[in-house]
């Protein structure tokens, strides 16, 4: 997947770079959390009084507890270093002393909140800026960070909580560092929040509240764990890359096999497999790049033998390198590679022997203890014409005029300066002329430009003139010189700029891998992979892109999955069939079903082909190397994220499934429970009305006749109750949002309950001026009533009960708040879940009349809260968001 | 009610048999002659046969849809329909409302409270000889002068408040859907413009109701609409 970035020779150095300066500076360590509240401080100082403990020389430069008295207890016996105090327009800001902590020189400073902005007049404007400098003096840190603070994530994390981050630290400080994660669960982290263990900057502010809704949490704690899990990848692969300099790391055979445009490759490529396949190894295919251009026949023959390499499963590399042997080294180093496979010489030639010779000589010297394997190539399938010399690909036309402008223009000149300087000063001028030309146009024109600069300066300035005749050995010698010196100056310029232009297209390579890697990074749902795989492929490749993916019966579906560009026809679909029953890429531009509009590649991975990816390019001809690569590597690292996704979402779908058994058993005992009783109620009091042999009095008939009309409402009412949990569950209820009364609320729920609160006096209280409140009219009605309800069941008979509305910082607030015994201070956060019932509540009830009344009222973008009052009894709130009212005019009698 | 006779005639139009015989017996010991329908066909015909007073019509039927049922019966009679279901969304309510539908009971209901509502519907189907002063409680509205006067004092209206008014006075006992007062009193560009009704059924309960926030004449239908109660 990510070879492509790691084959970058850059990697390696800085890692080396990086683990030579982690040997003399500071170690960082970050505490990593996915918001406040999770415990990082405390577990930086757990950590850092183990380090104590060890003999080592820690100090507190900077740790905010928060007056928490546990993690304050940590601080026992840690020496603190004291704060520096900064005036800030009238207000005193206690920032680290760094001058201090350096000064005092422990092997290890605590600095809590990495992200934090100093105070205005500080040393450095940031804190990272701070810790640093500690780092440089060679003090090891400890620090705490939030994931929203990282900078490649805090676009993201305000996109899912809406408040913005303004304070970040970049990632780079992140890559110096050893990351620990602080993990709780959302859950955890809400209780810690609710009991007050949680310190919020501003309490008030709402935008913090927000943040703390469960939802966002599990977005930004998903994002910690990947954050973490990345950078264990970088600790690892960097491990991997400085240890190998050393000694390759023998897990298990890796075997390389240098590709060449020979047709002989194809035979290595096969046998390399085969050694692969009996050692049970993988195996590398690498073809390095040349500045040498390539005829079109090679060129067609080399992505052939890379095509049949990743057709048997090799995993293909190019890279660029003007030394064959040193490439090859360099790729087989970084990937761990035991064994190379190269090709004997196949005799043919003086020449070639010599140089295949040399090319095996130096690459046993210098291959250090990897194995090399010399494998006798039989003839080749096709003999191929070997072109005595090798002419470069003619350049544009454009470039030999220019040329031949510029040697004209010279000669002209030099006619003029004939009768005052000598001819071999002429000479160095067309010389002078050829290496300056030589820095614009390509070798063809100035191989060109040099021979005629040459011929020119022979037949016109040379005694004698107007021959070609050469009469000193002095002026022969210069004649010669003159030709080896410019076309020594052509190739060299035609390798730099080759070299450039290969570095160059494997550096955007890099960065449009990159990119698309992080991007993948921050999806957090299956479309928004497939959405960001699409938008990179169509914009790199300027290509529409579909993305079909296995169905659960594993076939392929008809349709492309929702963000795909591309529209597949009968006929496509057919090809995409083809290449994800076959795993092989196919449709445009390949040997494949050729004719179709665009081209597919199976989405393959280790655990078997997810899907298809279809890409039709704008461009008229098939994609070259280059393009293919990366195209390949997107695909690849498309099937690793698609593949991780899956699974994760197959994860989930499995802890549902669990949870959603857990409920439907809840819910049969809890229902059978209270749908028998009823019943029982009213076939015995039915049986007893029917009875003639017993005496029948008014008064007993009356009170069975009661007793059935109140079992009768019981059952309407469990019913009502079921109705309402499903269309809660099956997320399918869409309030209907009116402008409503809120006082014709509180006075039509409580007049409907008139008879069920006939024993608890209610009072009604409403604050004057109350605004219309968008709402659906239905669902509040029945949230009320199941909290009234919840009144009269389970507080004794007398009992007050109060129904206010008031305003409340853009929100409205319907209370009922009642003079019960309350609830139990545990059983305070259960409250609104399904089926949960209160330690020592009355019988019967479901246990689902308050997480209707959370559902109905979060479908209104409200929420609940419920606690128990000073005076005693519970308290439940509806909170519902205040919106614009229309404004209507007042109308003239 | 029927030509020949005082007794009214009501058609209970529902597929399940138990609530056609709890009918039956509680309609005809209140003096009713009843006739039942198991299906929307058989009760388009029998509606058409028996000139009923009254129908009882269920909107699950197995035939057709209960709405489609009213819509034929509206094509050609304007008897009073009440409907009697199990279903308790409001959309259902408002969608019998709107095609036509006088009263909406949901399942299950009590004999007391349909007896009620039969009343009500019944007294609306009658012919009224465009009464002039319509006279409820503390109510007292002339139709032909627009005078408005509660407990005996004159009160002043807007035009529009006065036009609701008028509304629920000629459609007293009952339920009017928002969607009904709305396009009737504004227009049916306002149909959707809730928060209109709002605000004036605050200023029509606070000039008539004796005690405005406990209404007792203008009744909430929760979801559904509202009710002019008649005294």
């Known amino acids: ?893 | 009610m029927s030509e020949e006779t005082l007794t009214p005639v009501a058609l209970v139009i529902d597929d399940e048999v138990q609530i056609r015989r709890l009918l039956r017996i509680n309609l005809e010991a209140n003096g009713y002659q009843v006739f039942e329908a198991a299906n929307g066909q058989l009760g388009l015909a029998e509606a058409a046969h028996r000139r009923p007073d009254v129908v009882i019509l269920d909107l699950g039927l197995p035939d057709m849809d209960g709405v489609s049922v009213l819509k034929k019966l509206r094509e050609w009679t304007g008897v009073p329909v009440i409907v009697l279901s199990v279903r308790d969304r409001e959309a259902d309510k408002i969608a019998a409302l709107d095609n036509g539908a006088d009263d909406y009971l949901t399942k299950p209901f009590g004999t007391g409270e349909l007896l009620a509502r039969l009343r009500v519907a019944q007294r609306h189907a009658q012919p009224t000889a465009d009464v002039a002063v319509y006279k409820s409680g503390r109510l007292e509205v002339d139709l032909t002068s627009r005078s408005v006067k509660v407990n005996g004092i004159t009160v002043k209206m807007t035009a529009t408040e006065y036009a609701l008014l008028q509304l629920f006075v000629r459609h007293a006992g009952k339920v009017l859907t928002h969607r009904q007062i709305l396009k009737e009193v504004w227009g049916p560009n306002y149909a959707e413009q809730t928060h209109y009704l709002r605000v004036y059924m605050a200023h029509l309960r606070e000039k008539v109701e004796e005690n405005p926030s406990e209404p007792e004449m203008f009744i909430t239908e929760s979801g559904v609409g509202y009710r002019l109660a008649v005294k």
């Open chain 1, 1 to 893: 997947m990510n070879d492509d970035i790691r084959a970058d020779p850059d990697s390696l150095l800085e890692a080396i770079q990086r683990q030579e300066r982690t040997g003399k500076l500071g170690q960082l360590k970050i505490f990593l959390g996915m918001a406040a509240g999770v415990g990082k401080t405390y577990a930086m100082l757990e950590a850092a009084r183990k380090q104590q403990a060890a003999g080592v020389d820690v100090v507190i430069g900077y740790v905010e507890t928060h007056g928490r008295k546990e993690t304050d207890a940590l601080l026992q016996g840690l020496p603190v270093i004291p704060r520096q105090q900064k005036e800030h327009r009238g207000l005193t800001l206690s920032e680290m002393d760094v001058e201090a902590v350096l000064a005092r020189k422990p092997k290890l400073a605590l600095v809590d909140e990495l992200a934090h902005t100093n105070a205005p007049g500080s040393r450095h404007p940031k804190r990272f800026q701070d810790i640093l400098e500690l780092l440089d003096a060679g003090i090891d840190v400890y620090t705490t960070l939030n994931v929203q603070h990282v900078e490649s994530r805090a676009h993201t994390v305000a996109e899912i909580t809406g408040s913005i981050v303004h304070e970040t630290v970049p990632d780079r400080v992140l890559d110096l560092a050893e990351i620990e994660l602080i993990d709780i669960s959302p859950d955890d982290l809400m209780r810690r929040l609710d009991e007050g263990k949680v310190y919020l900057p501003d309490r008030a502010e709402v935008a913090m509240v927000n943040f703390f809704r469960e939802g966002n949490l599990t977005a930004l704690r998903e994002m910690a764990l990947r954050l973490a899990a990345e950078r264990v990848g970088q600790d690892v692969r960097d491990y991997l890359q400085v240890m190998q300099i050393q000694e390759p790391w023998k897990t298990g055979h890796r075997l390389l096999v240098a590709v060449s445009a020979s047709p002989l490759s194809a035979q290595m490529v096969r046998w390399t497999r085969r050694l692969a396949d009996s050692l049970d190894g993988h195996w590398l295919a690498v073809h390095v790049e040349s500045a040498k251009a390539l005829s079109e026949a090679d060129q067609a023959r080399l992505t052939k033998n890379l095509a049949l390499a990743r057709e048997l499963g090799g995993e293909v590399i190019t890279t660029a390198d003007e030394d064959l042997v040193r490439g090859v080294l360099r790729i087989a180093r970084q990937h761990n590679v035991t064994q190379i496979v190269v090709g004997k010489p196949a005799g043919g030639g003086l020449g070639q022997f010599l140089r295949g010779g040399r090319f095996l000589h130096r690459l046993v010297e210098e291959s250090g203890d990897i194995d090399i394997n010399i494998v006798r190539a039989g003839k080749s399938d096709t003999p191929q014409p070997k072109p005595i010399l090798h002419f470069p690909r003619p350049t544009g036309a454009k470039q030999y005029l220019l040329s031949l402008g510029v040697v004209a223009g010279v000669t002209l000149l030099n006619v003029f300066l004939n009768p005052y300087i000598r001819y071999r000063a002429i000479g160095l001028d067309y010389l002078l002329t050829i290496v300056v030309l030589a820095l614009f146009v390509e070798r063809g024109p100035v191989l060109a430009s040099a021979t005629l600069s040459a011929l020119l300066w022979n037949f016109f300035f040379l005694p004698p003139p107007y021959t070609f005749r050469i009469n000193s050995f002095e002026d022969a010698m210069m004649f010669v010189t003159f030709f080896v010196v410019a076309i020594v100056m052509g190739e060299l310029i035609a390798r730099f700029r080759t070299q450039e232009k290969a570095e160059r297209r494997r550096e955007e390579r890099t960065t449009a891998l990159y990119l698309l890697t992080r991007e993948l990074a921050d999806a957090l749902t299956l479309d928004q992979v497939v959405k960001v795989v699409v938008k990179h492929i169509g914009k790199m490749f300027n290509a529409e892109v579909a993305v079909v993916l296995k169905g659960p019966n594993g076939r392929l579906p008809r349709q492309p999955m929702s963000g795909s560009t591309l529209a597949m026809t009968e006929k496509e679909h057919s090809v995409a069939t083809w290449v994800f029953d076959h795993n092989r890429a196919a449709g445009q531009f390949t040997d494949n079903l050729p004719l179709s509009e665009a081209l597919y590649l199976p989405l393959a991975t280790p655990a078997g082909n997810l899907g298809v990816i279809g890409v039709k390019l704008s461009q008229k001809n098939a994609p070259n190397l280059e393009q293919n690569n990366l195209l390949e590597a997107f695909v690849r690292q498309a099937g690793l994220v698609i593949d991780r996704q899956r699974l994760h979402e197959a994860a989930q779908q499995s802890h549902l499934a669990a949870e959603s058994e857990r409920l439907s058993k809840s819910l049969l005992d809890s229902i059978s429970h209270e749908m028998r009783t009823p019943i029982a109620a009213i076939a015995s009091a039915a049986s007893a009305l029917s009875e003639r042999g017993t005496v029948a009095s008014a008064s007993r008939t009356e009170a069975m006749l009661d007793e059935i009309k109140e079992a009768v409402a019981r059952l309407n009412r469990l019913v009502g109750n079921i109705l309402d949990i499903t269309r809660v569950e099956s997320g399918q209820m869409k309030p209907k949002l009116d402008w409503c009364d809120v006082g014709d609320l509180v006075h039509v729920t409580v007049k409907h309950l008139r008879k069920e609160l006939a024993e608890h006096p209610v009072s009604i209280v409403l604050c004057p001026e109350l605004p219309l409140v968008q709402m659906d009219f239905v669902l509040m009605e029945q949230a009320l009533t199941n909290l009234l309800l919840n009144v009269a069941f389970h507080t004794p008979p007398g009992t007050a009960v109060q129904v206010s509305a008031k305003i409340q910082n853009d929100e409205l607030a319907v209370t009922v708040a009642d003079k019960g015994p309350g609830i139990p201070p545990e059983a305070l956060e259960r409250v609104f879940d399904k089926f949960y019932r209160a330690p020592g509540a009355a019988a019967g009830g479901t246990g689902l009349g308050l997480s209707i009344v959370k559902g109905f009222v979060e479908a209104q973008n409200g929420r609940v809260q419920v606690s128990n009052q000073p005076g005693g009894g519970a308290a439940f709130t509806l909170w519902l968001p205040l919106g614009e009212v229309p404004v209507i005019l007042p109308e003239k009698i």
